[in-house]
């Protein structure tokens, strides 16, 4: 099975500008989750999608927003950017859940790494 | 709100060797997970290890093990037998197991993680 693939995997942009980030998740998997991840701030998640609806966000302002398709290939989109946007945006994407108690394991793509000049 | 700490910016051990890293975190929930997650150096996050609170014995993969003291609020990760293949940062996180019905059900696959502690190996 191909693992989370996420594209581009760098991207140079400047102040103002915006743009898009694309993640494919594991075939089977409906759950796709963002994260921001810098030298100062660390690990911090963005949202989380199951099934095309966005079930969970973080404390990131409005500039930053995601979806989910149908195919459950997931895009994250950063408007107007800022040079605090510079970081290594991480996708993880996991299998459905059910109302059993189960575990799914998250697997993270390789990330696509921001910069912002 | 939860939170993760990790006390150690960095570590180092010699192969063979064995070393923990440190981690305690901060909830009022009862039911949740703890992970441990290693990134290699411009390599993707991959998971270690993982406990789910309600368990009381400590989860195993390998050579690592974790000490999992739900009181004090710990969950440190040994490593036993370094190799240089070990040598990475280091996340632990929390994800809370809680089910909520706008969620259908399920539960959040939200990980809160902490500042991660980067390990070196010595030859």
């Known amino acids: 099975k191909a693992g989370v693939t996420q594209t581009p995997r760098y991207l140079i942009k400047t102040r103002g500008q915006q743009v898009t980030l694309s993640c494919s998740p594991i075939s089977g998997h409906r759950s796709v989750s963002w994260y921001q991840q810098t030298p100062g701030q660390g690990l911090q998640f963005l949202f989380e999608?199951?099934?095309?609806?966005?079930?969970n966000k973080g404390n990131f302002p409005g500039r930053f927003s995601g979806r989910q398709f149908s195919n459950s290939r997931s895009e994250m989109n950063v408007s107007t950017l800022e040079l605090g946007d510079s970081a290594l945006y991480l996708c993880?994407?996991?299998?459905?859940?059910?109302?059993?108690?189960?575990?799914?394991?998250?697997?993270f793509g390789p990330g696509t790494r921001l910069t912002v000049l | 709100a939860q939170t993760v700490t990790q006390s150690q910016p960095e570590m180092s051990v010699q192969e063979a060797e064995t070393v923990t890293l440190s981690c305690t975190y901060d909830?009022?929930?009862?039911?949740?997970?703890l992970f441990w997650y290693k990134q290699p150096p411009s390599r993707q996050m991959i998971l270690v290890i993982r406990?789910?609170?309600?368990?009381?014995q400590n989860a195993t993969e390998n050579r690592f093990s974790v000490n999992f003291q739900k009181a004090a609020k710990s969950f440190s990760l040994k490593i036993s037998d370094s190799q240089l293949g070990d040598a990475a940062m280091y996340f632990c996180a929390y994800r809370s197991a809680l089910r909520y019905p706008m969620n259908y059900g399920g539960a959040t696959n939200k990980l809160i993680f902490g500042t991660g502690t980067l390990l070196a190996v010595q030859p």
């Open positions: 406990q789910e609170a309600y368990k009381q």
């Open positions: 999608y199951f099934s095309e609806t966005q079930r």
């Open positions: 993880a994407s996991s299998a459905d859940w059910t109302l059993r108690r189960s575990y799914n394991e998250q697997f």
């Open positions: 909830t009022s929930e009862s039911d949740y997970y």
